[in-house]
């Protein structure tokens, strides 16, 4: 059953891809389209792992994970207006996240055994390196979508029409990288049955922005976010930092030996 919908998801991510590619003339498309593309390779990857069980290709996949979260994070900062001040932030933002995906995959050729393990068939634990690149993939993921609030909340009528759905699916990507990561570092293992149910929403994230995309021209847009709207929008990242603190206490209560009764 994972299997099946690793492959619709690749299919999707795929034709999302070739779509938006093909149709957009804007930087804001460009970005989409390698969203899209780096969500076809990541469920090409679990589809890979789910028929053969190579730890490799799951290692690979941990990569394009925080690849396709960069790329999001791309998009979602390229459909603002900014100034000056905030385009050279932005442009620090992104190379950060960029730098954090290459190293991370530099770290992952060198000391394999740091990211992911097998230590029985169909059970893979992650180390040290693979609860980091999950803390990581967390705060990417939960920054991209305080960024859509940001824009949903500075909108006008107009754009807000527009972007209610594409935003709802932004939101819903994140969700599912922050529910695989999640998992991760609360059990310290990687289940094919969460990977599939995470894939099954990022497929419903896909679906309303290639959809969206495609009927409102949304990528040619600019929003401006003012000052006021960033420093009253807490919401998401009160979230955030409560999913990641309580990450954090699962992982260390797992290091204690300890027992949580909803995790056993």
């Given amino acids: 059953m994972e299997a099946g919908i690793f492959a619709l998801s690749a299919l999707v991510a795929l034709f999302g891809f070739l779509v ?21 390779v990541l469920e090409i990857c679990y589809l890979f792992y789910s028929r053969d069980g190579d730890l490799w290709v799951l290692k690979a996949a ?35 996240s960029l730098s954090l995906s290459l190293c991370f995959g530099f770290i992952l050729l060198c000391f394999p055994d740091m990211t992911i393990t097998m230590i029985l068939p169909q059970l893979v634990v992650t180390g ?4 980091i690149q999950s803390i990581m993939v967390i705060c990417g993921a939960v920054f991209f979508m305080w960024i ?18 594409p935003a709802i699916g932004i939101v819903v ?3 599912s990288f922050c529910l695989n990561a999640i998992y991760r570092l609360s059990t310290l293992t990687i289940s094919s049955e969460v990977l599939g149910l995470s894939s099954l929403i990022m497929l419903c994230g896909f679906l ?29 990242l009160a979230v955030g930092a409560y999913v990641l603190i309580m990450g954090l206490i699962l992982v260390g209560v797992k290091r204690l030996g300890m027992e949580i009764s909803f995790l056993s």
Avoid at 128 to 131: A, R, T, Y
Avoid at 209 to 233: A, G, K, P
Wanted: charged fraction near 15%.
């Fill in 20 to 40: 938006i590619f093909f149709r957009t003339r804007s930087i804001q498309g460009l970005y989409a389209a390698f969203v899209m593309l780096g969500g076809f």
């Fill in 62 to 96: 941990l990569f394009f994970e925080l690849v396709t979260v960069s790329a999001v994070i791309f998009f979602v900062v390229s459909l603002q207006a900014r100034s000056m001040q905030a385009n050279l932030f932005m442009i620090w933002l992104r190379r950060v």
């Fill in 128 to 131: 040290p390196m693979g609860q």
């Fill in 148 to 165: 859509v609030e940001n824009m949903i909340r500075a909108g006008n009528d107009n754009s807000l029409r527009i972007m209610r759905y």
């Fill in 173 to 175: 990507i994140g969700a």
């Fill in 208 to 236: 309303l922005i290639i959809f969206f995309s495609v009927r409102y021209r949304l990528f040619e847009m600019n929003i401006f976010v003012s000052r006021y709207v960033v420093y009253h929008s807490v919401t998401l």
